[in-house]
């Protein structure tokens, strides 16, 4: 596979052919906010945290950069003013609906956002999918999904599942950056299969 080399706040920057502006820029230790990223995954672009600046042949864009492949001769500024306006406006968004998470009041400081800026819409789940894509591709079990769609889309257990799966798995928990999916699995457990949390075994009718 080539090589090619882009610039990215500045900093050479010497990259595969096939990899993408985050991956290049994290070879290089410069970071880049995600929330819907994990390199064991594929590429989801959900969230646009990621987004960057890219000037390439004397043209500029805006691109998530978790997924925008790398270019010879790229330049990336990953702290433009603009970059840095969406990212704030993207966390002041998603406060709504998880005001207590501590990634997001983490970036939060960073980018400047207000996380009383929109009114309260707590949701808790800021569907980054990282659960549920991690249950399906990397454990290949798919315990959990979203349903739903709009304003109402959000993540479940499917109980006879994650009585069967997650009781020594729990491989997600420290994916979710809201705490969310943890609060979802007790409350699947606690109602559809209580005995693994009091450990004690199952009655006849609850199997
Ligand atoms: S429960 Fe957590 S990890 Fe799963 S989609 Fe929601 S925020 Fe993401
Ligand atoms: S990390 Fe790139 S879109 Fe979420």
Known sequence: ?????????????TAREGMTVLEAARSADIFIPTLC???????????????????????????ASCLYPVERDLVVRTRSAVVDKIRKLILELLL???PDSTELKELAKTYGANKDRFEKEPQFCI?????????????????????????????????????????????????????????????TEAIAFPWLSTKRLPTREET
């Open 127 to 187: 569907l980054c999918g990282l659960c549920v894509r991690y249950c399906a591709e990397v454990k290949k079990k798919n315990v959990i999904g979203f349903v739903d769609n709009g304003g109402k889309r959000e993540i479940s257990f499917i109980p006879e599942l994650a009585a069967k799966e997650c009781w020594d798995c729990k491989e997600c928990y420290p994916l979710c950056p809201t705490s969310y999916l943890q609060a979802a699995y007790h409350l």
């Open 96 to 98: 709504a609906h998880a």
């Open 37 to 63: 990223h994990h390199e064991k995954l594929e590429p989801y672009g959900g969230c646009r945290l990621c987004t960057v600046e890219v000037e390439s042949r004397g043209r500029t864009n805006l691109v």
């Open 1 to 13: 596979m080539s090589e090619m080399l882009l610039r990215i706040d500045g900093k050479e920057v």
